[in-house]
């Protein structure tokens, strides 16, 4: 039995309530904005910036520990949704917008949301292993965590080239689109590796980028990845629907 999906180009939309993308900006900016006004809150009762770190972002950011991971297995996933500054969830919004729909516009919006989790989850364990086997990173451990959704963006980026790398954006630019993922590759690893905490990210970019390349190769020789996770949530959405509603092809 196979789910089968309606796919359109379709540019990213408030209203399209089958944009994957769309959902994840929202839910991105949603915690974001709540972890903004509860800092506020912090402050407004006197309390210094430590201590929001310590009662909040501890909780939620990936630590560089494997100790401090053990006493908050959770933050494996909510890492990949948890930005800490103003300018890191503005940048990773606007290329989350741009590759997410890229890619979802040529390989269906079953693939984003997987991808999203699965990068997410192989950049946070690659991230691990480089806190704890590079020399370099041992001295920055005791402050360093794992922010925001980069690992995500960087598969998005990835198999979103992967699956149409000659594609034009704008008919009467003659830019390939692997053109503005290399653009944006040199960027974004550009900016981790001129902040002395940003670095130890590198390995998370590397494991979400090799996880985007390896799943949309494996979605183009006809395996989908995703297959049981999609499987598993259409059933969790639709547990209350009647069956006749359901759009299922066997």
């Not at 900016?191 to 590198?202: A, C, D, E, F, Y």
Request: glycine share 8%; hydrophobic share 50%.
């Amino acid at each position: 039995m196979m789910y089968v999906e309606e796919r359109s180009e379709t540019p990213l939309s408030l209203g399209e309530e089958k944009n994957m993308v769309t959902q994840l900006l929202l839910v991105n900016i949603t915690i974001f904005m709540l972890l903004f006004f509860t800092e506020i809150v912090y402050g407004i009762e006197g309390n210094p910036p430590a201590r929001f770190k310590v009662d909040v972002l501890s909780h939620v950011l990936l630590p560089s520990t494997i100790d401090g991971l053990l006493k908050n297995p959770w933050t494996l996933f909510t890492t990949m949704f948890t930005h800490d500054s103003f300018w890191m969830i503005t940048s990773n919004m606007i290329w989350l917008a741009c590759f997410g729909t890229m890619l979802q516009n040529h390989a269906g919006r079953q693939r984003i949301l997987p991808l999203y989790l699965l990068s997410g989850l192989v950049g946070a364990v690659c991230y691990l292993l480089g806190m704890q086997f590079i020399p370099a990173f041992h001295a920055l451990q005791p402050a360093a965590t794992m922010t925001g959704a980069s690992a995500s963006i960087m598969a998005l980026a990835i198999g979103a080239t992967v699956v149409a790398p000659n594609y034009r954006l704008l008919p009467n630019l003659p830019i390939p689109f692997w053109i503005i993922t290399l653009i944006f590759l040199i960027v974004n690893i550009g900016s981790h590796v001129m902040n002395n905490q940003g670095i130890t990210n590198l390995p998370a970019l590397i494991g979400g980028g090799l996880t985007g390349f390896l799943y949309m190769q494996q979605w183009k020789k006809g395996n989908d990845l995703g297959l049981g996770f999609n499987k598993f949530i259409f059933k969790i959405t639709h547990l209350f629907h009647p069956k006749s509603h359901l759009h299922v092809v066997k």
